[in-house]
Nanobody
């Protein structure tokens, strides 16, 4: 079972930025689409962003224009740059490898292969 490891979360103020990282030590992610999701207490997991093999990206409406997903194949890492953070962005953010069905992200377009990672906590509070 491949273990994806997320990092970069923290406690920030509204309007601040964070960059999350996700890697899979010893397991190449080159041949997979990658995605970030988040889960707030008492809420369903929500897909946030995805990136396919050629770099095409997709975002949930709630984060469009504020978040940017990218991947660095040389570092076997996917990033999520989060700007203009809001209190409603507070959640545990996780990543996964998978494939894209062609549907929009918010319509379940990303299909994870295996589990989402353990996640990193992002808290946005004044």
């Amino acid at each position: 079972q491949v273990q994806l490891v997320e990092s970069g979360g923290g406690l920030v103020h509204p309007g601040d930025s964070l960059r999350l990282s996700c890697t899979a030590p010893g397991y190449p992610l080159d041949n997979y689409a990658l995605a970030w999701s988040r889960q707030a207490p008492g809420k369903e997991r929500e897909a946030v962003s995805s990136i396919n093999l050629n770099g095409t990206t997709d975002y949930a409406d709630a984060v469009k224009g504020r978040f940017t997903i990218s991947r660095d194949k040389s570092k076997n890492t996917v990033y999520l740059q989060m700007n203009s953070l809001k209190p409603e962005d507070t959640a545990v953010y996780s990543c996964a490898k998978g494939w894209l069905s062609g549907a929009a992200l918010q319509a379940g377009g990303f299909r994870p292969l295996g589990s989402w990672g353990q996640g990193t906590q992002v808290t946005v509070s004044s």
